[in-house]
């Protein structure tokens, strides 16, 4: 069984930055993709980004292209999303997921989600 735990959230003001972490605990294969998905108080879950096992495959939602840059490790098996430019919108709760499909993990699919770690923008 995969277990995923992300770290990185916190409070920070608008304009500033915060990087997300995901490590899976336990048994994995480091060609599953992974990505985020966020979810604000009354809001449908979002879709923010996933990455290819190999990393050569990328996609990012609409409201934060340009702002957040998804990455891996797969020495370290970790997968990371540097967020910039934060904005009181990009406030959520955010979920590292991972499947063997980038395009199932993409529709809200994935086999494997973490706790989710909160983000707060505000001043």
């Known amino acids: 069984q995969v277990q995923l735990v992300e770290s990185g959230g916190g409070l920070v003001q608008p304009g500033g930055s915060l990087r997300l972490s995901c490590a899976p605990s336990?048994?994995?294969?480091?060609?599953?993709?992974m990505g985020w998905f966020r979810q604000a108080p009354g809001k449908e879950r979002e879709f923010v980004s996933t990455?290819?096992?190999?990393?050569?495959?990328?996609y990012y939602g609409e409201s934060v292209k340009g702002r957040f840059t998804i990455s891996r490790d797969n020495a370290k098996n970790t997968v990371y999303l540097q967020m910039n430019s934060l904005k009181s919108e990009d406030t959520a709760v955010y979920y590292c997921?991972?499947?063997?499909?980038?395009?199932?993990?993409?529709?809200?699919?994935?086999?494997?989600w973490g706790q989710g770690t909160q983000v707060t923008v505000s001043s």
């Open positions: 997921v991972a499947d063997q499909s980038i395009y199932r993990l993409g529709r809200g699919l994935g086999d494997y």
């Open positions: 990455i290819s096992g190999s990393g050569g495959t990328i």
């Open positions: 336990g048994r994995t294969d480091s060609t599953y993709a």
